[in-house]
């Protein structure tokens, strides 16, 4: 089992930043890479961005630019810096781990105001 929590969600105003955090503990040998996907009301959950064990990165078009994930393989922690918010960027973010199967967070909620 793994778990993981997210943690620095809040209010920004457009233009601004946020940095998300996730921890993950438990059988962290079992993950391949780590994700961060969002949801905003009456849509479906969308992926953001993904690393690898490896440190490999991928993003969304929508976000590619402006957001940057990372990792720190010593604190088991990784990382979702947000520059240069829109109101579109407003959604719960979740973090998951992914091994043979996702392990998701309880999400953390990002406002972004126009």
């Known amino acids: 089992q793994v778990q993981v929590v997210e943690s620095g969600g809040g209010l920004v105003q457009a233009g601004g930043s946020l940095r998300l955090s996730c921890a993950a503990s438990?059988?962290?040998?079992?993950?391949?890479?780590m994700g961060w996907y969002r949801q905003a009301p009456g849509k479906q959950r969308e992926w953001v961005a993904t690393?690898?064990?490896?440190?490999?990165?991928t993003y969304a078009d929508s976000v590619r630019g402006r957001f940057t994930i990372s990792r720190d393989n010593a604190k088991n922690m990784v990382y979702l810096q947000m520059n240069s918010l829109k109101p579109e960027d407003t959604s719960v973010y979740y973090c998951?781990?992914?091994?043979?199967?996702?392990?998701w967070g309880q999400g953390t909620q990002v406002t972004v105001s126009s």
């Open positions: 438990g059988s962290i040998f079992s993950i391949n890479a």
């Open positions: 998951n781990a992914r091994g043979s199967i996702y392990y």
């Open positions: 690393i690898t064990r490896g440190g490999t990165t």
